[in-house]
Every structure is written in C-alpha cells, then in structure tokens.
C-alpha cells in the first residue's frame, strides 16, 4: 500500500517562506515522477512543480518560477518543496502525488496522470 504524507504546511507572512515535505511509505520513489499541486478555494487543483526521481529534471508552473524549488532525499525517501517569497495568492491545499509509471498521454503538469496522492497539507499566506 502506497501512502503519501504531507507536512510542514502552516500559516505565514506575505515574503515569508515555508517548506514542505512528504515522506512515502510502502513505496520507493525509485525512477517515478512525483508532482506537487495545490487547490484554493473553488478554484481546480494545479500543477506546482514536478521532478524526475532518478533523473532529478524539473518542472515549474509559470506561476512559482523562481520563487519554489523542489528538491528529494534518496536516503530519507522525501520529497520536499521549498517556497520562498510567497505570496497571498500561493494560499491553498498543497498535495505531493507520484505520477503513473511508463509513457502516459497525459503531461506532466495533468493531474489525471497520477496515480497516488497525499492528504494534503493547508498553506495560508496573510498580506
């Protein structure tokens, strides 16, 4: 059974900066793709950033460019996201889910292109 966790979320100043992990367990990331999302309020969960396990390729939303940088662990088997100078408009629910494995129709910034995802972790930026 494959299960994500989500931490480090919370509440913080607008050009503050937070870091958020996620730990898998039953599962080793191995050469998988993961992916970060978030989902405000009445808006539709985004692709945030995404990274190649093995490869270590990035992908970054237009939106977070140069502000977030996803990074893992090998030995701790963690994904994390760094978000820096964060901004009111970064508030929402973020999720860390680890994409299907072999070649998909879907690209990398689609979220029906994963397949496991974590319970999400709440991050809230005051102006």
């Known amino acids: 059974q494959v299960q994500l966790v989500e931490s480090g979320g919370g509440l913080v100043q607008a050009g503050g900066s937070l870091r958020l992990s996620c730990t898998a367990s039953?599962?080793?990331?191995?050469?998988?793709?993961m992916g970060w999302f978030r989902q405000a309020p009445g808006k539709e969960r985004e692709f945030v950033t995404g990274i190649r396990w093995g490869g270590g390729d990035t992908f970054y939303s237009d939106s977070v460019k140069g502000r977030f940088t996803i990074s893992r662990d090998f030995a701790k088997n963690t994904l994390y996201l760094q978000m820096n100078s964060l901004k009111p408009d970064d508030t929402a629910v973020y999720y860390c889910a680890r994409r299907r494995p072999g070649p998909l129709y879907y690209s990398v910034s689609d979220s029906r292109g994963y397949d496991y995802w974590g319970q999400g972790t709440q991050v809230t930026v005051s102006s």
């Open positions: 039953g599962h080793s990331f191995g050469s998988y793709f």
